[in-house]
């Protein structure tokens, strides 16, 4: 048993939602915590255990199809915990997560596959894929720029009850625009947030992630300076950046044709 | 390209990872029994397949190392008597293609090749599926390092069970019995054992050998021929090469996905320097989000120096690691501030070619 100021972590089958490495934001989360002094302890909850229910949070990475078809499966089947990802905990659901947390997918065939209804989204194929650096202004008050690389085929559409987590400044997003006609980029209500950021976006925007600490404790994280941490916003936030100068940076000389 | 491999037999080497260390671990057996012609460099499209076909007309023996993508292309056109498929786990993942896709690809490829015999590694699930139906093959229990792409049948989706190496599933596909498997280092083929005593490190690249040995052996060159041969070999591409900088002796080790780095982490010397070098260009892949898939928490090295064009994000990845190091993007000016002696530099495709660049031949080459 841990301490009751213990923040139990559930990462949620890594072994099927870990195709674009979303499993890190765990480890963001318990160490910024735990550099607070706060106990954080990641429970790794693979699709051969019994899923504890009583996690603070719960994180849901992205995947491919057929992984992301057996997850929806899985979660359902564990109804205490179908029950505390709509109910109790906070989560952080990522591209695929985000997208089987919602009523709805529509696969490239056309079916309908129903969702768990955590979150009032329904998705569908896109056009093309969107790959590629993104960045956005998030919505919710001090987080500021999110910077993250999606790699999805959905297009995400919000009912009236959910809020983006933010607006798009360059990238694709949920591929659908709110009200005003700004392009939206992951989903939010009062306790689940979804995006499609990779990086994972927890390393990427420590700033999302001390705002998921401060609602899980209740308490507002002291400031925290981590080395390269500036240095990586830069890379991706610069104006440059917001640019697509950083594929094109040229520091050091390259060879003309690189093959791999 | 066609009319160049009339006549010969020819060798396609395929996967994610050791493409290039197995052709030329293949190479180097098969040219104890004819000249080879072999895209050497690692240029690995269909241009280079060409390249290499016309720069040795008379060779009697080829081996194209051909990337996954264009494994279709030029099979269709050389008709080769042989392709090794090594393993299938994600890589650039920006480029739009989920490693099931890849095996897609691969399958559809070798439907296309009635004659071929397929070398193909029976640890990886991936690998099997893609395989499928093809008529001939030679399974070769080579090892699966790294199964992060594969907890869920490739195939249907469920969970796979697995037992030691042995895996299956409840749809039928299941890990086939192999016609050749390690010991160790010894590879045994029914009765017959062969020793793969090898230069190069690590457990992959013996698993790359044995591949190696099993095709070089379906185009007629006897196993204790091929694994001599092989043992001699001391780098691949740079790969492996000990480069004199100044005071120091580094070992440069290439890994660009998690798979590799599974496998590097056990050749890295925990007792050495270690300097980390980092791109994200285009051949490298976009996305850095593949360094959390790394378990850089397993480095023990005194003294750690991330670098590249993306040193801020794996500094940010070595923090979260626990590990204290030093961030300077430039390599050479990163060397500068690790001590004198042998120092282990690990590098991702671009900045691995970068670096070598940079620094000149390695030490005792040609």
Known sequence: MTGASTIRIGLLLPDVLGTYSDAGNAVVLAARAGWRGIPAEILTITADTTPPAGCEVYLLGGGEDTAQLFAVDWLRRHRDLHHALDAGARVLAVCAGLQILGHTMRDRNGRHHPGLGVLDVTTAPGRRRAVGEITTTCVIPGVGQLTGFENHHGITTLGPGTAPLGTVITGTGNGTRDHTGRPTEGALNDRVIGTYLHGPVLARNPALADHLLTAITGTAMPPLELPDQAALRRTYLSPRAAHGGIHHRRRIPTSPTLHN | ?366
């Open chain 2, 1 to 366: 390209m066609s009319g160049l491999a009339v006549g010969r037999q020819i060798v396609v080497v395929s996967g994610t990872n050791g493409k290039t260390t197995t052709s030329h671990l293949l190479a180097a057996a098969l040219r104890t029994s004819g000249p080879v012609a072999h895209n050497a460099t690692g240029s690995n499209m269909a241009d280079g397949a060409v390249a290499a076909l016309a720069a040795a007309r008379d060779a009697e023996y080829a081996v194209l190392e051909v990337d996954e993508w264009h494994l279709a292309a030029v099979a269709r056109a050389v008709q080769p008597a042989v392709v090794v498929l090594l393993n299938l786990t994600r890589d650039q993942l920006d480029r739009g293609t989920e490693v099931r896709a890849v095996a897609a690809a691969v399958g559809a490829a070798l439907t296309g090749l009635p004659r071929t015999l397929v070398v193909a590694n029976a640890d990886d699930p991936m690998v099997v599926w893609a395989v499928g139906d093809a008529p001939r093959v030679c399974w070769v229990a080579a090892g699966a390092g790294w199964l992060g792409d594969t907890a869920t049948c490739p195939r249907c989706g469920s969970m796979l069970h697995t037992d030691g190496p042995v895996w299956s599933c409840g749809c039928g596909l299941a890990r086939p019995e192999p016609d050749w498997w390690l010991d160790g280092d010894l590879l045994h083929a029914g009765q017959e054992v062969t020793r793969l005593a090898l230069r190069l490190p690590g457990r992959c690249n013996i698993g790359n050998a044995a591949q190696a040995v099993a095709a070089a052996a379906a185009v007629g060159v006897q196993p204790e021929q091929a694994a001599v041969a092989m043992g001699e070999l001391a780098t691949v591409a740079g790969r492996f090469a000990v480069i004199g900088h100044g005071r120091q002796e580094l070992r440069m080790l290439l890994a660009k996905n998690p798979a590799g780095w599974a496998e590097t982490l056990t050749v890295i010397d925990p007792a050495r320097p270690v300097l980390i070098v980092i791109n994200a260009r285009e051949a490298d892949g976009r996305d850095t989000s593949w360094l959390w898939d790394v378990p850089f928490e397993k480095l023990t090295c005194p003294v750690i120096g991330a670098s590249g064009e993306r040193a801020a994000d794996l500094g940010v990845r070595l923090s979260y690691a626990g590990l204290d190091h030093h961030t300077e993007p430039d390599p050479v000016a990163a060397l500068a501030l690790l001590p004198p002696g042998s120092i282990d530099v690990v590098a991702n495709y671009t900045a691995f070619h970068q670096l070598l660049r940079r620094l000149g031949p390695p030490v005792g080459s040609p």
